[in-house]
């Protein structure tokens, strides 16, 4: 059974969108009276066009090769060889937390270190914050 989603629940949605997690959002529109599951919440995201990563310091693979310029298995090759410290979040999707990445970026690997020095600095600071 589908039920519209109300103006109130939107405009609670949006103010949370941004720093919340998809669960956190279902437990506070809970205690607000509005009762929306963890994916029918996660598909209003969607269409609304905002993340719905499961926690927002966190990078997918993707992501990562992205603004790095790199194909998205180089960084699940250093995730798989132990370089990078990542949790995985599907079969073939893994979650690299900004701490992790940022650690990755100030001591990498002597055997990648000419790659990582020649990434932008302000794509690795835009990363890790």
């Not at 669960?23 to 905002?50: D, M, P, V």
Request: hydrophobic share 35%.
């Amino acid at each position: 059974m589908y039920r519209r989603w109300t103006e109130a629940e939107l405009i609670t949605l949006e103010q949370m969108a941004e720093t919340y997690t998809v669960k956190q959002i279902a437990f506070r529109l809970k205690r607000r009276g509005y009762y929306r599951s963890e994916l029918a919440i996660t598909y209003k995201l969607y269409t609304l066009g905002y993340s719905t990563r499961p926690t927002l310091d966190n990078y997918s693979c993707r992501e990562i090769a992205k603004n790095l310029c790199l194909h998205p298995t180089t960084i699940t090759k250093w995730v798989r060889q132990g370089w990078l410290k990542a949790k995985k979040r599907s079969i073939h999707c893994y979650q690299v937390r900004s701490k992790d990445l940022k650690r990755f970026f100030q001591n990498p690997p002597a055997s990648i270190r000419k790659r990582i020095a020649a990434i932008d600095p302000q794509v690795i600071s835009y990363l890790v914050g």
